[in-house]
């Protein structure tokens, strides 16, 4: 079992729908969580970043985290092409007897159809 | 905003070249990290270090070394480039381990 996965996608959603980003974690010791955005050829771009359980919003971007579940969501609301891009979870366990555990997943490249 | 910035976007290198890597934060960072992309393999963790002069291995660290001699300064360093060294080499930084960590531009190394 990979310590954080995404599904690879793709996700394809019409222009000015909800799209629901998915990540599951294994470390239940996990304690900061993070979606980052990765256009093809560049770097990721921290979009959000969730500490405690519950929704967190940031303009067209909602962050979830159920640590019991060990899941954490991004939405992202009336999605527009600029959105297109693949999204990154990033699941973070600090560091711990000098293994620093901040594990990404593989990432799940989102469409959004005009 | 958080700044860092990588010396190249693209190095053209050849097999055997010992090549450097410089990666500048300017935020004041206690962490700083190396990773490399590969397609379907993610991102993989090289070194990163929590301090100046300290480094700790991450999970693919054979044939690379760093260095840290500055806090806002991480060097990444392939001893003798192979051509299994061709990736995108990314720098991160971070204010604690518990932290997000804010990547720079990358570089795009090709070895011949």
């Known amino acids: 079992q990979k310590e954080v996965e995404q599904n690879s996608g793709p996700l394809s959603v019409p222009e000015g729908a909800i799209a629901s980003l998915n990540c599951t974690y294994s470390d239940r010791v996990s304690q900061s969580f993070f979606w980052y955005r990765q256009y093809s050829g560049k770097s990721p771009e921290l979009i959000m970043s969730i500490y405690s359980n519950g929704d967190k919003e940031d303009g067209r971007f909602t962050a979830q985290l159920n640590k019991a579940s060990q899941y954490v969501s991004l939405l992202i609301r009336d999605s527009q092409p600029s959105d297109s891009a693949t999204y990154l979870c990033a699941v973070n366990s600090g560091l711990t007897s000098g293994t620093y555990k901040y594990i990404f997943g593989t990432g799940t490249r989102l469409k959004v159809l005009a | 905003d958080v700044k860092v910035t990588q010396s190249s976007r693209y190095l053209v290198k050849r097999t055997g070249e010992k090549v450097f890597l410089e990666c500048v934060q300017d935020?004041?960072?206690?962490?700083m990290f190396w990773y490399r992309q590969d397609p379907g393999l993610g991102l993989r963790l090289i070194y990163f270090s929590y301090d100046v002069k300290m480094k700790e291995k991450g999970d693919i660290p054979e044939g690379y070394s760093v260095s840290r001699e500055k806090k806002e300064r991480f060097s990444l360093i392939l001893e003798s480039a192979s051509t299994n060294q061709t990736s995108m080499y990314l720098c991160?930084?971070?204010?604690?381990?518990?932290?997000?960590?804010?990547f720079g531009p990358g570089t795009r190394l090709t070895v011949l």
């Open positions: 991160a930084s971070s204010f604690s381990e518990y932290n997000e960590q804010f």
């Open positions: 935020m004041d960072h206690e962490n």
